[in-house]
């Protein structure tokens, strides 16, 4: 035991690591993990087990594709927040140029140098993604903060807008389509009205974006304010059905009035169906809000989890999600 420790002494630490497993070692040590590296071979001393120092470790690493994703898209939302933070700040800017159009330079700037840098091909947004991740938060902005008694006072007047309008606006820009594919028939003669009614869809509902600022700043009339803002708000729901109502007409091998007939029943059932559920979540989230007086940190969190319930059980009963 002296010779032992005389010797432990005068070893450095990874021979004394190296000593202390050979010593120590259990007689079934081949059953020893990987990471310590053990191999069971005679040396030549003694027979003794030979076992090999384990590998040092790390005191610094970095791993970013295991938090890539997250971390871009944390990034991205704080690139956002910043250029809307800069905007609002600076005095000259909201002046010449609106909101939006600031985001959306952002957005292409930050595209392009993500589309020189990468070598490989640049992430696409697919559908789900923006209408399950993206939409939502969107629309729940747009409806928490809007003005609820102006809203209700001129609903009729804004639903004339937005349904009768943005049926109008469809039928018109579709059929004005078609008819220029009917003038041409050699190049466009293979587009069909469906196609024509389903891409008129999508650029009918026009967000005022520009006009709702131009309106803020000139301080306007509240109830033009409400007018256009509770249109543009609507339309898109509006618009949503009519796009899904085209896409499942498309798929059919062949459309028949009936089907026409059950289309419109659908844009009915989809638009009221959207409207209740919204009201059933908004009724559970107020009658749950009221037993947060003791723990009220908790009560945003009921917002954000009834509206988002409310969008997804939408979109899982096929009704409009944008309206609920």
């Known amino acids: ?18 000593f ?3 010593v120590g070692a259990p007689a079934d040590a081949h059953n020893l993990p990987p ?26 690493s970095l791993d970013y594709h295991h938090v890539q994703a997250p971390f871009e898209i944390v990034l991205w939302i704080m ?5 809307k933070l800069g905007f609002h700040w600076s005095g000259r800017v909201p002046a010449v140029v609106p909101e939006s159009c ?3 330079m952002v957005g292409l700037l930050v595209g392009g140098v993500i589309y020189g840098v990468r070598h490989s091909a640049p992430p696409t947004l697919s559908a789900d993604s923006f209408f ?69 869809s999508l650029i009918a509902a026009v967000d005022p974006v520009a006009v709702l600022s131009v309106f803020q700043e000139m301080q306007v009339n509240d109830q033009l304010h409400i007018l256009v803002f509770g249109e543009s708000l609507l339309n ?11 896409e499942s007409f498309l798929r059919l091998p062949s459309v028949s009035g009936l089907d026409v007939l059950l289309g419109m029943c659908r844009v009915v059932v989809v638009g009221l169906g959207g409207l209740f559920l919204g009201l059933f ?35 899982m009963l096929h009704l409009s999600g944008i309206t609920a």
């Open 20 to 22: 202390v497993l050979q």
């Open 102 to 104: 600031v985001l959306i």
């Open 35 to 60: 990471s310590v590296g053990s191999n069971s071979s005679s040396s030549s001393g003694g027979g003794g087990l030979h076992v090999d120092a384990p590998m040092a470790l790390r005191v610094f």
């Open 132 to 200: 399950l991740f993206l939409l939502p938060p969107i629309v729940l902005d747009a409806g928490y903060f809007l003005p609820g008694r102006l809203f209700f006072e001129n609903l009729g007047t804004i639903l004339w807008y937005a349904v009768l309008g943005t049926f109008w606006n469809v039928l018109g820009i579709g059929l004005s389509l078609y008819g220029v594919c009917l003038l041409a028939p050699s190049s466009l003669g293979d587009i069909s009205l469906l196609h024509c009614l389903l891409f008129s």
């Open 281 to 315: 979540f908004g009724l559970v989230a107020a009658l749950t809000s009221r037993f947060t007086s003791r723990a009220q940190v908790i009560a945003p969190l009921f917002v954000f989890l009834y509206s988002y319930l409310s969008y997804l059980t939408s979109e």
């Open 236 to 246: 898109d729901a509006v618009t949503v059905v009519l796009y899904k109502l085209f």
């Open 1 to 18: 035991a002296e010779e032992r420790s005389d010797r432990r002494s005068s070893r450095g630490p990874a021979e004394l690591c190296r």
């Open 79 to 83: 690139l956002a927040s910043l250029a």
